[in-house]
T-cell receptor
Framework: ELKVEQNPLFLSMQEGKNYTIYCNYS?????LYWYRQDPGKSLESLFV?????AVKQEGRLMASLDTKARLSTLHITAAVHDLSATYFC??????????FGAGTILRVKS | GAVVSQHPSWVICKSGTSVKIECRSL??????MFWYRQFPKQSLMLMAT?????????EQGVEKDKFLINHASLTLSTLTVTSAHPEDSSFYIC?????????????FGQGTRLTVV
């Protein structure tokens, strides 16, 4: 059974600082997703990582995937208040279903 | 990206009544749709996988007689919460994959906030 562990579960950051969210998964998969969720809203797709070594960047967020280590990271550079949200990673169980991590609540303080 | 429309976005119902939530893929056909439930400050939990023209596959612990899923066409799946109780109050989210393209990402609906009073 595929399990996805995400940490930290809560992250309080100062504006301008950098930090990384980690996503580990237990069985082989070559497809991983990062989503953002604002309070009361559904999921917003951030990144789709399709292969080992994939790296994608959008603004202050950068995601990477290491399929051999079964690890993905979401790096936040110079955080701003607008990045406050809950971030989820999800791993594709070979086209069947997505298994989600517990989520990381990010709060960026001024 | 592809659009998945979920309706209603919120609903309040009385205990004992039933509520139907619709999930439509607007610009693609979806052989498979997924239904998730999310409690406050928790992650998404898959309830069931809805397959067009066949019975849904329910995750362990999800009552199939309480959460009725119908996937009558390639663009529409419905979730009916029968005899709703306050503990069914939650955020329900559907997602769909494009049937015409193998292993594409799943697209998510806007979610439905169900409150049972």
């Amino acid at each position: 059974e595929l399990k996805v562990e995400q940490n930290p579960l809560f992250l309080s950051m100062q504006e301008g600082k950098n930090y990384t969210i980690y996503c580990n998964y237990s069985t082989t998969s070559d497809r991983l997703y990062w989503y953002r969720q604002d309070p009361g809203k559904s999921l917003e797709s951030l990144f789709v990582l399709l292969s080992n070594g994939a790296v994608k960047q959008e603004g202050r967020l950068m995601a990477s995937l290491d399929t051999k280590a079964r690890l993905s990271t979401l790096h936040i550079t110079a955080a701003v208040h607008d990045l406050s949200a809950t971030y989820f990673c999800a791993v594709d169980e070979y086209g069947n279903k997505l298994v989600f991590g517990a989520g990381t609540i990010l709060r960026v303080k001024s | 990206g592809a659009v998945v429309s979920q309706h209603p976005s919120w609903v309040i119902c009385k205990s004992g009544t039933s509520v139907k939530i619709e999930c439509r893929s607007l610009d693609f056909q979806a052989t498979t749709m997924f239904w998730y439930r999310q409690f406050p400050k928790q992650s998404l939990m898959l309830m069931a996988t809805s397959n067009e023209g066949s019975k849904a596959t329910y995750e362990q612990g999800v009552e199939k007689d309480k959460f009725l899923i119908n996937h009558a066409s390639l663009t529409l799946s419905t979730l009916t919460v029968t005899s709703a109780h306050p503990e069914d109050s939650s955020f329900y989210i559907c997602s769909a994959r494009d049937a015409g393209r193998t292993r594409t990402e799943a697209f998510f609906g806007q979610g439905t906030r169900l409150t049972v009073v």
